[in-house]
């Protein structure tokens, strides 16, 4: 099965920083690559898929980029409801596999 | 658009099926997936059935569990079978959003269901 780290995996930040996350697959992917949002006790929301495309209804500050077996979500302008658990998700071949989730936390 | 049950306690060893209903889409077109999560854990896929009933499993459950659907029904079900208590967790049900290759992100999936394995 093919294996998916993040890093890093807990970060604070404040409301209006930019902030990173990368994920890294152990063996290319292509761009079969997806990111979740996770808020405690909800299920996952779809974010990005096909590792910089933005789902339907979620807000431009986020974006993703990266192919084979790197790559990057970046939320641009962090607010408030930005707080949460990211995982990222290879769909190049099953098993599907999510990365071990980056909890972004409140400074 | 997708509600799971089935979920419950249940003693090591032992069996339970889960089911997802779904709505709004049209049911055999799409590829379900069952994810699930321990408590105060990660997320971990765990099987997929396709529209043409082809199925997939994690290595982790393999030959303990079983997926199957019936879209008559518009139902996808999922069997635990000897279970333990690492299989503790909320397990969701999820759709495969439409793309154009065999292997599909994940675009929207049910409020989940607790399986809890205890004696």
Avoid at chain 1, 16 to 45: E, F, H, M
Avoid at chain 2, 94 to 114: E, F, I, V
Wanted: charged share 15%; aromatic share 12%.
């Amino acid at each position: 099965a093919i294996r998916m780290t993040q890093s890093p995996s807990s970060f604070s930040a404040s409301t209006g920083d930019r902030v990173t996350i990368t994920c890294r697959a152990s063996q290319g992917i292509s761009n079969y690559l997806a990111w979740y949002q996770q808020k405690p006790g909800k299920a996952p929301r779809l974010l990005i898929y096909g590792a910089s495309t933005l789902q339907d209804g979620v807000p431009s500050r986020f974006s993703g980029g990266g192919s084979g077996t790197d790559f990057t979500l970046t939320i641009s302008w962090l607010q408030s409801e930005d707080f949460a658990t990211y995982y990222c998700q290879q769909y190049y071949g099953y098993p599907y596999t999510f990365g071990p989730g980056t909890k972004l936390e409140i400074k | 658009q997708l509600l799971e049950s089935g979920g419950g306690l249940v003693q090591p060893g032992g069996s339970l099926r889960l089911s997802c209903v779904g709505s709004g889409f049209t049911f055999n077109e799409y590829a379900l997936n069952w994810v699930r999560q321990a408590p105060g854990k990660g997320l971990e896929w765990v099987s997929g059935i396709t529209g043409l009933d082809n199925t997939y499993y994690a290595d982790s459950v393999k030959g303990r569990i079983t997926v199957s659907r019936d879209n008559s029904k518009n139902t996808v079900y999922l069997q635990l079978n000897s279970l333990r208590a690492e299989d503790t967790a909320v397990y969701y049900c999820a759709k495969d959003r439409y793309c154009s290759t065999n292997t599909c992100p994940m675009d929207h999936w049910g409020q989940g269901t607790l399986v809890t394995v205890s004696s």
